[in-house]
């Protein structure tokens, strides 16, 4: 269970889930299912914040997922004597799309990544690489750009990544 994996949530973290999915969706998501904030909070969004909270955590279980953590030190590995992510993109990404052109993202806002990865994006530094677990897999992410042209003024982030897929949560 969630709460044996030491998978909790805080009110905050549900009420910014909350938050997050409004501007996402750009209309109220309680209104829009036919329930009070309360009660989205409580039948819904608890039980998705939950999973995505578990799919991270076997993401970022090393013991579980040994192949993508390998893989992972290795790019590091290449990272640090110099080796550009756009070079290792196209050998060790496993998102297809961007791999081809080296890991290129292109301009990315709040709708366009998960919550988790840009709330991580939005704290790093340009430049600089910068490994991200989410509920999909391993990111090794580099912003190139940041400009205020998101929804509602929101950040946008010129992103090139390697993504490394790690396994399905059960």
């Known amino acids: 269970t969630a709460h044996n994996k ?16 409004k501007k996402t969706v750009s209309a109220d998501p309680a209104v829009a299912a036919g329930f ?4 989205f909070k409580k ?18 279980n090393k013991k579980l ?11 590091e590995s290449k990272i640090k004597v110099g080796v550009a992510i756009s070079d290792l993109a ?8 961007s791999a081809q052109i080296g890991g290129e ?5 709040n709708k366009d990544l998960t919550s ?5 994006v939005a704290q790093i530094k340009d430049g600089e690489a910068y490994v991200i677990v989410t509920r999909f897999g391993i990111h090794v992410i580099q912003v190139h750009g940041r400009y205020n042209k998101g929804p509602n ?12 897929r790690a396994g399905d949560y059960p």
Request: glycine share 4%; hydrophobic share 35%.
């Open 65 to 75: 997922n040994p192949n993508p953590y390998k893989k992972l030190d290795l790019v």
């Open 90 to 97: 196209e050998t060790y990404s496993e998102d297809a799309m």
């Open 116 to 120: 988790e990865l840009y709330q991580a």
């Open 43 to 60: 039948e819904i969004l608890i039980s998705d914040l939950t999973k995505v909270k578990l799919e991270i955590w076997f993401a970022s």
């Open 153 to 164: 003024d929101s950040g946008r982030y010129n992103i090139r990544q390697i993504f490394i």
């Open 36 to 39: 009070s904030e309360k009660e």
């Open 105 to 109: 993202m292109g301009d990315l806002s």
């Open 6 to 21: 030491q998978v909790d949530l805080s009110q905050k973290e549900i009420d910014d889930g909350y938050t997050a999915l």
